[in-house]
């Protein structure tokens, strides 16, 4: 019987693959350390990064739950044409990619970013503003790569961000900050 994940990570990234070389396999690996980790994998349920995270949780025995842009099922398959397997729950949202965004972040206690175009740096955006814990997957192409001059920049700090190229030891960090931020939210005296 699975136990039942206390932490939900968020991974977003490219659904188009305008990724690195191996940014798909290392989306699998985000997801299989999620999974291994006992936390929950959640994604705004659309192909590319997203797809690879949810496969690698869903094939070691994590649990998945897919944020949908869609109003239904057959909306999502049909009219979105996004992938409907490797998902244990999908919550259809009806409000269309920048809604579902804010709505995937916010479901969220800490979010992984690989790769990615502008859709992914809008959900960035949201967890940074949101002030969650933010893992940035390294050496994948897209956006990804853009976000530390994004940060310099905008003058704003970056406490809550982690930068790393290894899948496995930035979960195992980010689930650091979220044990962290609960408590600084949660269990003050």
Sequence with gaps: MRRKPNIKIGVSGSAANNCAPG???KAG??????????????????????LYAAQGAHR???ITVGISPAHSEEDHARR?????????IVIYTGFAYSGRNLLFIRSCDAVVFICGRIG??????IAFEDKKPIGILMKTGGITEEIEQILNVSQRGRKKIIFDDDPDRLVKRLIELVHDDHKEKYYKK
């Design 29 to 50: 690996l985000v997801g299989k350390a999620i999974a291994k980790q006992k936390c929950a994998c959640v994604t705004g349920d659309t192909t590319g990064v997203p």
């Design 60 to 62: 070691n025995g994590g």
């Design 23 to 25: 940014a798909y396999k």
């Design 120 to 125: 992914t740096l809008n959900e960035f955006t």
């Design 80 to 88: 979105y044409k996004l992938p409907l397997n490797d998902m244990d």
